[in-house]
């Protein structure tokens, strides 16, 4: 069966400042979290924030979720500071926002290094401006530490003049730019929050839309998200026995000595076994998260 990434369906971003929240996020059943220093954090409260959330990751308590911190931005007055404490007590990763440039990603691999940060501890870029969508893969190129893009599309719809229109057509050029550099440098890619918390119909369809471009997972603003998102992003029952069938018809094909293989009528390659493979690996992954 083929390696598959952890499971990332659903990222939810948490604000850092807020204890109860923290707490919370440990009964949450998302994929991943992203404890937030930026955008969530007012300008007087970013030190108690970071170390509200340094606190958290080295007190631990949950379980199986990937955990992340969100620092400030480079050229920020805080991105050093939440640098050097990241660090300290090595979260699964550390999320960057507005990520332009490979030399960014050397700069943001270097300040962790020099600070101690544990090999395991990854760089999630976030790409959420034109010229980063343009720089793509130079981005997901720069650095083996770099694992993960974030869509940053509330920036990116920001830095168009776009407006949010249900499909997102405004942002089909910079969602499928990304998704090609990411699926060329063997990255993982998160599509971007959903912001109507109330409009559930609209979000099940932008999830839906989602997977059917090829993002991994969905990242998140409402903890309402999770569920749907996780169905989204996982492989159906349907999914998974069709990926049986199609492995099964062509190892017996293989072992008869045929070539040509067909299940339902359907001509099989090794392109659909990939694939089938791929779909198996990743419920695999799932099914272990409990």
């Known amino acids: 069966m083929a390696d598959a990434p952890r499971p990332r369906r659903s990222v939810l971003y948490m604000p ?29 409260a970013k030190a108690d924030g970071r170390e509200r959330v340094c606190a958290a990751v080295a007190g631990g308590g949950y379980g199986k979720r990937e955990l992340t911190i969100r620092v400030n931005g480079l050229g920020t007055a805080w991105h050093a500071d939440d640098i050097r404490a990241a660090a300290k007590v090595g979260p699964d990763a550390i ?28 760089i ?11 720089r793509a893969q130079e981005i997901a190129a720069a650095s083996e530490r770099l694992t993960v893009f974030v869509m940053g599309t509330n920036d990116l719809a920001k830095e168009l003049h776009a407006e949010h229109v249900p499909g997102r057509a405004p942002l089909l050029g910079g ?39 090829g993002f991994d997972g969905k990242t998140l603003i409402h903890p309402g998200q999770i569920d749907p ?14 990926s049986r069938k199609i492995i099964e018809a062509f190892e017996a094909a293989a072992a008869e000595g045929r070539g040509v293989v067909t299940v339902d009528g359907r001509m099989i390659e090794n392109l659909h076994v990939d694939n089938a493979r791929r779909i198996l690996a990743v419920a695999a992954a799932i099914d272990e998260l409990g």
């Open 16 to 44: 850092g400042a807020n204890e109860r929240a923290l707490e919370k996020a440990k009964t949450l059943p998302a994929d991943a979290l992203i404890l937030d220093l930026e955008d969530s954090v007012a300008p007087d």
């Open 95 to 122: 999320v960057v926002p507005k990520v332009n440039s490979a030399a960014e990603v050397h700069a943001i691999e270097e300040a962790l290094e020099a600070a101690g940060a544990p090999d395991h501890t990854s």
């Open 124 to 134: 999630w870029a976030m790409v959420e401006t034109p010229i980063a969508m343009l």
């Open 175 to 213: 969602l499928s730019l990304a998704l090609l550099a990411a699926r060329a440098e063997g990255k993982v890619i998160l599509d971007g929050v959903y912001n109507d918390v109330k409009d559930l119909d609209g979000f099940a369809a932008e999830c839906l839309q989602g997977r059917q471009f």
């Open 229 to 242: 998102c996780n169905q989204a992003f996982a492989p159906s029952e349907a999914e998974v026995a069709q």
